[in-house]
């Protein structure tokens, strides 16, 4: 299991180079550059070639890839060009605020989609499990922006619950922890919701089918036999085995998570990695884009590895391979 896990790594690695090696190149062919981008048009010509010689765009586009890869295996992301600073940095302010979006809409995604799957399972065939059913289709079929802009109009708006946006209000510094926290939460539920709504809808349908077939599995009926109770048969042996399979949907979409929610963010103003890539590409500074395409890739790497792991654990058979 180890090295099956070693070399799943290994491939997503190469194939995150090979993702960060295309957008270099489609990145650097595309007509304008970031000086024509951030400086302004009224410029001379050669104070526009002094920049680019500055930001070693005058050079062949091999040579730009291989000093960008040289540098990138020593850990340096390089300098951005729209904000003047180094890439590492911004990439350490923003990652946090996307890690904690994406963990809490994950967890969001389990809890939810567990209690309508048991619900619909419970119910099978009723009113109950018929309206959980067509709803998970539904809201599983919605675009993101949508349920998001909807989110902000119920909540935000309509009952002026929660925030709109950002991750704290006005003057949301001068106040002391606790009420900090409580601030920051209150601005985290929108944006989780509504990447976690979806989620849920599909692992609640997901989830179902699965614990239909697990129900009607001998081990499950010879516990129902001996007088265990419902809730003891669901969380010991109905859903673990049930949530294999949903467990690596799980681990695959952390790893996109992780390498930024854009749609999501930038319709929440959350200043993670989703927005900033979009004001990289925006702005056309390459090193910036490039990096957030490369925290992506290891985004989905971190996500199969998570994958793998819990499967091992909720497994015995996998964790006999370890």
Same mark, same amino acid.
């Given at each position: 299991?180890a090295?099956?896990?070693?070399k799943?790594?290994l ?6 180079l ?13 007509p304008?550059?970031p ?6 048009p ?14 070693g765009?005058?050079? !062949?586009?091999?040579?730009q890839?291989g000093?960008?890869?040289?540098s ?7 300098f ?7 890439v590492? &940095?911004?990439l350490?302010a923003?990652l ?10 994950i967890?969001?995604?389990?809890f939810?989609?567990s209690?309508l799957a ?11 499990d ?10 599983y079929t919605?675009?993101t922006?949508?349920? *998001?802009?909807l989110?902000i ?5 309509w009952?002026g619950?929660?925030? !709109?946006?950002?991750v704290?209000s006005? /003057?949301a ?11 920051f939460?209150g601005h985290l539920i929108l944006p989780?919701?509504?990447? /976690? ?12 089918? &699965? ?6 599995l001998?081990?499950v ?8 109770s419902e ?5 010991s042996y109905a ?5 294999? !399979?949903?467990v690596?949907?799980l @681990? ?7 390498? @930024?929610? #854009?749609?999501v963010?930038?319709v ?5 990695m989703?927005?900033?890539?979009v004001?990289?590409?925006f ?14 890739? #290891? ?7 998570l994958a793998?792991? *819990? ?12």
């Amino acid at each position: 299991m180890a090295k099956r896990i070693a070399k799943r790594a290994l491939n997503a690695i190469l194939l995150s180079l090979g993702v960060a090696t295309i957008a270099f190149v489609v990145i650097h062919v595309l007509p304008g550059d970031p000086a024509t981008a951030l400086i302004s048009p009224r410029l001379s010509s050669s104070t526009i070639e002094q920049l680019r010689t500055q930001y070693g765009l005058d050079r !062949p586009l091999h040579v730009q890839y291989g000093l960008w890869l040289w540098s990138l295996l020593h850990g340096d992301f390089g300098f951005s060009f729209s904000q003047q600073r180094d890439v590492l &940095n911004i990439l350490a302010a923003a990652l946090p605020y996307t890690i904690i979006l994406a963990l809490t809409a994950i967890l969001i995604e389990l809890f939810l989609g567990s209690l309508l799957a048991l619900l619909a399972v419970r119910t099978q065939n009723g009113f109950i499990d018929k309206i959980v059913t067509v709803g998970a289709l539904v809201t599983y079929t919605l675009p993101t922006f949508w349920i *998001a802009i909807l989110l902000i109009s119920i909540f935000s708006y309509w009952i002026g619950l929660l925030p !709109p946006a950002q991750v704290h209000s006005v /003057g949301a510094e001068r106040l002391s922890s606790i009420p900090y926290a409580i601030d920051f939460l209150g601005h985290l539920i929108l944006p989780a919701l509504a990447i /976690g709504l979806p989620g849920a809808a599909g692992i609640a349908r997901f989830l179902r089918a &699965n614990l239909l077939k697990v129900y009607q599995l001998e081990y499950v009926l010879a516990a129902y036999s001996m007088g265990m109770s419902e809730l003891r048969i669901f969380f010991s042996y109905a859903l673990p085995n049930a949530l294999l !399979p949903v467990v690596t949907i799980l @681990g695959l979409e952390l790893g996109a998570l992780i390498g @930024g929610a #854009l749609v999501v963010e930038t319709v929440f103003a959350w200043p993670g990695m989703g927005r900033l890539t979009v004001i990289a590409i925006f702005a056309r500074d390459y090193p910036l884009v490039l990096a957030c395409t490369i925290v992506s890739g #290891l985004g989905v790497i971190g996500g199969n590895l998570l994958a793998d792991i *819990a499967a091992s654990v909720l497994d015995p058979r996998l964790r006999k391979e370890m």
